[in-house]
């Protein structure tokens, strides 16, 4: 098993805490599904809820250190140059409708380089993880992005509106966090949206890197409206040159 520092240990403590309660709402929204009143209320009530015992747990650990939500935005405290950024729910739409494809992403920020990142699938009971200049991976097994060549063979995550008609396989699943973290662990080849938010990239992106795989775009530096495109090295060039056109 490969040693992890303090902080990314603080990471993966909160998220088990936290996918607690994320589990047993999941249980809840099946028999809300055949509910007139449906599942909406609920899912952002889990949000919340996750997102309390998310900060509080991370909080209670470093409690100078400043947070980015995507639910309540940013917490300035006093260490400015740390900040952890937290998405509860990324996939809420999937939560939604009982789909079990979410994860918890927490990211460490540290002094404008993102130094740890998690990805944690709890209904897969699924943890990938990284750390700057430490690897990329999944429940302690090291992973790497794939070593696909031949495009035909590739599966790219995408959300389908800027990239549309575009000649190679995709998919939209519907959690762009688990979608990075796919790429880095090789399931997917690469990956490509627009308008996305800096905590649903911030984990992933890490991941790649660390995985071995190339990010040709993805600002850390934004907020909102980042454009991300990445995949393993053997297919990048090419995979460029059909982005091209959009």
């Not at 688990?178 to 990956?191: E, H, Q, W």
């Not at 775009?217 to 934004?222: F, L, Y």
Request: proline share 2%; with cysteine; net charge positive.
């Amino acid at each position: 098993m490969n040693t992890i520092s303090a902080n990314l240990n603080i990471m993966i403590k909160a998220c088990e805490k936290a996918s607690k309660s994320l589990i047993r709402d999941f249980g809840e929204i099946e028999n809300l599904q055949v509910s007139m009143k449906g599942p909406s209320d609920f899912v952002t009530n889990a949000d919340k809820k996750v997102e309390k015992i998310l900060i509080e747990e991370l909080l209670k650990a470093k409690k100078n250190y400043c947070v980015l939500s995507e639910e309540s935005g940013f917490t300035k405290n006093n260490d400015k140059d740390n900040i952890w950024i937290i998405d509860p729910i990324d996939g809420t739409t999937n939560l939604f409708h009982g789909i079990p494809h979410f994860s918890i992403c927490i990211a460490l920020k540290s002094f404008g380089v993102i130094t740890a990142g998690l990805v944690f699938d709890p209904i897969k009971d699924e943890m990938f993880y990284a750390e700057k200049n430490n690897g990329s991976y999944l429940n302690n097994k090291r992973v790497r992005v794939s070593k696909k060549k031949n495009l035909n063979e590739c599966l790219f995550a995408s959300n389908g509106k800027k990239y549309k008609n575009i000649e190679i396989a995709n998919r939209n699943s519907g959690s762009a966090a688990l979608d990075l973290a796919y790429v880095a662990s090789g399931r997917f080849d690469g990956f490509f949206q627009d308008k996305l938010n800096i905590w649903d990239i911030a984990p992933g992106i890490l991941l790649i890197h660390e995985a071995g795989g190339i990010v040709n775009k993805g600002d850390i530096e934004k907020i909102n409206d980042i454009e991300v495109i990445t995949s393993n090295p053997n297919i990048n060039e090419k995979m460029l040159k059909i982005l091209k056109k959009f």
